[in-house]
């Protein structure tokens, strides 16, 4: 039976509360010297999707990050912190969401990302190799702290997709490419969380969620809105995490896809887990809506064929009223299919769309829309088998 702890904290306001609650979330959990051993190399992996203020809910909040830093110094001074944004360098994104901050004040290493080595999933369903930025390979533990999000492309993020940033930059556009439906994409996740798992047996991977302001809506950036949930989980298995994560925010656990194969392939457990610390009903007031246009299971099956998109899905949308004509949008489009003229918006080639929505995660403006569903893909996606 996995474990997971849910603790209630009302606000990041308290660092010292903050900590003590963390703490607490992980006594709960494992020995905490077993999980942190004194003078291990400790890798702290954000979530930083972009440049996002903190305020916005979609990146790690910097009260969270030097909570958990001043923990892991009582046991380790030897601390690597950061991530892979896609399009932006980390320390420009770790400046805007305030963690820069923390770093300074704790003289901590900032992930380069760009020194990269091989991963292997001896058991993969479809990839068995992934270039991985070296520095989170080489911790004895790693650190993972997600936030609590919505994703319009795989319904949640949580604790596994955070892994995603594992990849450097624009790397990750490509598995865009060659995972080009969102089952596919679901199922190459999940090859690489088994390529992880892999690599880090004999050390450790702890799991702690800043869910204290969580991401409803079109997340997993601009597309959403912030809620507060007011919570931390914490656990060293992500699928279960991620599980209780859903139930938290009363989503549809069937539509978690990502969670379900992870689980299926016994890379963790969503079915027995001990849930320690608070009990969800002490978090009847959180409740999140969910992406619009979510698809059901045989949907998902569906799109495996590239014929159906253009006939079924939405596509992306821009709205020329808030668009800054950045050209990120065209920057990270997985098949080149967003392109952008100087002085010019950016326009769309919908028939080779994948339907990834990374344009939209990177746009700084929330300027990428959805279109209507179209109508037989409101009737089709509404089957469940």
């Excluded at 556009?173 to 439906?181: M, T, Y």
């Excluded at 809506?289 to 079924?312: E, H, V, W, Y």
Aim: with cysteine; proline share 4%; glycine share 6%.
């Amino acid at each position: 039976m996995s474990k997971v702890s849910l603790l209630r904290v009302d606000s990041y306001q308290n660092i010292d509360l903050l900590e003590k609650k963390i703490k607490e979330a992980i006594s709960l959990i494992g020995d905490i010297d077993k999980l942190i051993k004194k003078d291990s190399k400790v890798f702290i992996k954000l979530n930083c999707v972009g440049p996002f203020a903190k305020e916005t809910g979609i990146t790690t909040h910097p009260a969270f990050v030097e909570a958990v830093v001043k923990i892991i110094l009582s046991k380790t001074k030897n601390i690597v912190i950061g991530d892979n944004p896609a399009t932006k360098d980390i320390i420009a994104v770790l400046k805007k969401n305030g963690v820069y901050e923390v770093v300074q004040k704790y003289n901590l290493k900032v992930l380069d990302g760009k020194n990269a080595v091989k991963i292997t999933n001896p058991n993969p369903h479809i990839y068995s190799e992934f270039e991985v930025s070296r520095e989170y390979i080489e911790a004895d533990t790693l650190i993972n702290i997600p936030k609590l999000k919505t994703h319009t492309l795989t319904y949640m993020t949580c604790a596994e997709k955070n892994f995603f940033g594992l990849i450097f930059g624009l790397q990750k556009a490509g598995w865009h490419v060659k995972a080009s439906n969102p089952l596919e994409f679901g199922q190459a996740l999940n090859d690489l969380y088994g390529a992880l798992l892999n690599s880090f047996q004999g050390k450790t991977i702890l799991h702690l969620c800043d869910g204290i302001l969580g991401l409803d809506g079109d997340g997993p950036s601009t597309g959403g809105f912030p809620v507060m949930c007011n919570a931390i989980l914490a656990s060293t298995d992500a699928i279960s995490l991620d599980t209780i994560a859903c139930r938290l925010v009363k989503l549809d656990e069937t539509k978690c896809f990502v969670t379900n194969i992870g689980a299926e392939r016994g890379y963790g457990d969503n079915l027995n887990i001990e849930l320690l610390g608070d009990s969800i009903e002490k978090f009847a007031d959180v409740k999140f809506t969910g992406p619009k246009s979510t698809l059901s299971s045989f949907g998902l099956r569906l799109l495996r064929k590239k014929f159906f998109r253009n006939m079924l899905l939405e596509h992306p949308v821009i709205n020329k009223d808030i668009c800054l004509r950045c050209g990120e949008c065209a920057k990270i489009c997985p098949p080149k299919t967003m392109q952008i003229k100087p002085k010019e918006f950016p326009k769309l080639k919908t028939n080779q769309c994948i339907r990834c929505w990374c344009c939209a995660e990177v746009c700084p403006a929330n300027a990428i829309e959805k279109s209507k569903r179209p109508l037989i893909g409101k009737i089709v996606f509404s089957i469940k088998l």
